[in-house]
């Protein structure tokens, strides 16, 4: 996924860390190779590459995962969309460089949402798409990739743990002290590395979705690398950062970068109606405004 993963828990004297770290290697690199852009023979890029109509047999993970991201699509009117691929690449976010020709293409296309057009079968563990349309889950997989780190933690008897994967974390019980799992909100600065706030965490997960580390320039000004579905470019006007807490850190990643494009106006009244706990920053100039909802989860 082109970043690190990490697994903190602590053990007892004589535990054997490294039949751990070996089967957390092979669940994360088991997702990467189901739903990487990056890897031409990936399970996701096969179902891109398919033609309409056309029934595509999938592993079960990468159905679970198109589930979701299709159910948060729907619940978020479309600002959450994993048929992005084509802009996300021809803006340079992908495996490839910007293509001025494929930007022009992603931004004047009629675009109709993923959960409109792509069909799942779950019984057969297949899918199809009625049209054309590739498809990227980069603001979904890595959050299921750290629930899969906590599910093989389980697997070895271990309930207190803090996994991650990039800026995508998920928190299991407490430290041995009984206290939380304290995580940092980071500052949404370009040039600096400082925390904004400090969360403390049990059982949840977290994720970030922020426009100050990737992007690319276009006219001197700096375009975020998550896309707006309506326009087919990257975000303009978006919240310097969103962060999301959910049971799983799947929901909380998809859930994130929805937010992202909804924007604090229209997202927070959804959030409020989901149940969703979110923090927004924001910045204009030196002034900053943050607003978080404690009341509530949402159910997945």
């Not at 990467?32 to 590459?49: C, Y």
């Not at 691929?85 to 460089?97: H, K, L, M």
């Not at 998920?170 to 009984?178: E, F, I, V």
């Amino acid at each position: 996924m082109g970043t690190r993963w990490s697994a903190l828990f602590h053990a007892p004297a004589g535990f054997e860390p490294e039949p751990v770290r070996v089967a957390m290697t092979a669940a994360v690199t088991e997702v990467d190779a189901q739903m990487s852009t990056w890897k031409p023979d990936s399970d996701l890029n096969r179902l891109s590459a398919a033609g309409p109509g056309e029934w595509v047999s999938l592993p079960p993970a990468l159905m679970d995962v198109l589930a979701a991201g299709l159910e948060v699509g729907r619940a978020s009117g479309g600002a959450f969309d994993i048929g992005m691929a084509d802009a996300v690449s021809a803006w340079g976010f992908g495996p490839s460089p910007a293509d001025e020709a494929g930007i022009r293409a992603a931004r004047t296309k009629p675009r109709r949402p993923a959960h409109e057009i792509l069909e799942l079968d779950p019984a057969n563990a297949r899918a199809r798409k009625s049209q054309a349309m590739a498809f990227d889950l980069n603001g979904i997989a890595k959050g299921y990739g750290v629930d899969r780190l906590a599910e093989i933690a389980r697997a070895f008897g271990i309930a207190d743990a803090l996994l991650s994967i990039d800026g995508e974390l998920r928190a299991t019980g407490t430290q041995p002290d009984g206290s939380a799992w304290t995580v940092a909100v980071e500052e949404p600065d370009t040039k600096r590395r400082a925390a904004h706030s400090i969360l403390e965490l049990t059982d949840i997960a977290v994720a970030t979705s922020g426009n100050y580390r990737h992007w690319v320039e276009v006219g001197g000004r700096r375009l975020s690398h998550t896309m707006d579905p309506g326009r087919g470019m990257p975000l303009l006007n978006a919240p310097a950062s969103v962060t999301v807490l959910a049971e799983t850190c799947m929901m909380a990643d998809a859930w994130a970068t929805a937010m992202m494009v909804l924007g604090r106006e229209r997202g927070l009244p959804l959030a409020r109606s989901l149940g969703l706990s979110v923090l927004f920053i924001d910045r204009s100039s030196s002034v900053e405004a943050a607003e978080c909802l404690k009341d509530g989860l949402p159910n997945k």
